[in-house]
Structure formats: structure tokens, C-alpha cells
């Protein structure tokens, strides 16, 4: 009788247990698939945020890559502007040699037409001088000296003549001389407008150098 009463007993204690087990068993459940997403979530989340840094990574890579070919083609335009900066620079120069040139042609006529000017006023001078003797002479002198009076009126005509070449020739050695000094003026203000010009230009050129090192840098 004990015996019977005793395996009655475990048997209803199992009996207990399993009407516990089998209420308690979806609590079970969901607390396992609880913790076994909390685990699967995590491992979750640190792939996508690798997978965001390497998409990142990726993007900023081809943002570098897209400045490079801009920087690039900057740096070409910076170089064309310099060999064009260059190239008006080089005309410039040459503008300048000729205006230098045109110059120093400029004062060796001034200076020839000076030297004329004064040969051409002592050549003046020494004909008023004749003139002013002859002058003092008398008429009766004057024929009495010339062989007959066609002689006496090409003497007159003949000093004249001399008197108004030489002053014309005068007049227009300074008008020369004047002309002259005009032109050198304006190849000084030309020349001096061309220094200007390429002072300009080489600054201008150099300042393109200095953005091109620092775009290469």
C-alpha cells in the first residue's frame, strides 16, 4: 500500500510538472528568440555599419577621383593661360625692340638734321655777309666791277637766289627737326606704354604660375 501511494505520488508530481512545462513552454520560446535575435541582431548591425563605412570609403574615393580630373583640367587651363600670357609677352618684347629701334633712328636724324640746320645757317650767314659788303658798294662800283649789266643783274639774282634756298632749306630742316622730335615723343609714350604692358603680363604670368604649383601641390 505504501508503495502504491508513493508511485501515485511521483506520478502526480509528474503530471504536475508537465501541465507547468507545457504552460510555461511558449514564455520559453519567445525569451529564447528574444536572446537569439538580440545576438543575430548585433552581429546584424556591425555588418551593415562595415558595409555603410566601406560604401563611404567607396564614394569619397570617387569624389578624390572626381577632384583630381578637375584639379586637372584646371591645371591645363592655368597652363595655357601661362603659354599665352608667355606668347604676349614674347610680342611685347618684340614690340618693344622695334620701338627702340624706331628710337635710336629717331635721334640720329634729330641729330643729322641739327648738324644740317647749323651748316645750313652759317651757309646763311656767310651769303648776308657777302650781301652786306656788296650792299656797301655802290651801283657805279658794282658796274664798274661787272663786265656789263647782264653781269651786275645775275649777281643781284644770283645772290637772291642763294639768300631764298638757304632760307627755305632753314624752314625746313626745322620743320624736320620738329617732326622728328614729335615721333620720338610718341615712340616714348609707345615704348613706355609696352614696358607697362609687359610688366602687366609677366605678373600676370607669374601669379598663374603660382596657382598652377599650388594645384599641382
Request: zero cysteines; glycine letters at 2%; proline letters at 0%.
Amino acid at each position: 500500500i505504501y508503495k502504491q501511494k508513493m508511485k501515485n505520488k511521483k506520478y502526480n508530481q509528474i503530471n504536475s510538472f508537465n501541465r507547468i512545462f507545457k504552460r510555461l513552454l511558449p514564455s520559453f520560446v519567445v525569451i529564447l528568440f528574444i536572446v537569439g535575435s538580440g545576438v543575430g541582431g548585433v552581429q546584424f548591425v556591425k555588418a551593415q555599419s562595415l558595409q555603410d563605412q566601406i560604401n563611404e570609403l567607396k564614394q569619397q574615393n570617387t569624389e578624390n577621383k572626381n577632384n583630381v580630373e578637375k584639379l586637372k583640367e584646371i591645371a591645363t587651363s592655368y597652363e595655357d593661360a601661362i603659354n599665352k600670357l608667355q606668347h604676349d609677352i614674347n610680342e611685347t618684347e618684340q614690340a618693344i625692340d622695334v620701338s627702340k629701334k624706331r628710337q635710336s633712328e629717331l635721334e640720329q636724324q634729330i641729330t643729322q638734321a641739327e648738324a644740317d640746320l647749323a651748316k645750313q645757317k652759317e651757309w646763311l650767314g656767310e651769303n648776308i655777309r657777302t650781301m652786306y659788303v656788296e650792299d656797301n658798294v655802290s651801283t657805279l662800283e658794282m658796274l664798274a666791277s661787272s663786265n656789263d649789266l647782264s653781269d651786275f643783274v645775275d649777281k643781284q639774282q644770283y645772290h637772291n637766289s642763294v639768300k631764298d634756298k638757304i632760307v627755305e632749306t632753314v624752314a625746313k630742316i626745322n620743320d624736320l627737326k620738329h617732326q622728328l622730335k614729335g615721333q620720338k615723343e610718341q615712340v616714348e609714350v609707345e615704348l613706355k606704354e609696352q614696358q607697362n604692358s609687359r610688366a602687366q603680363l609677366a605678373a600676370s604670368r607669374n601669379e598663374q604660375n603660382r596657382l598652377l604649383s599650388l594645384n599641382e601641390s
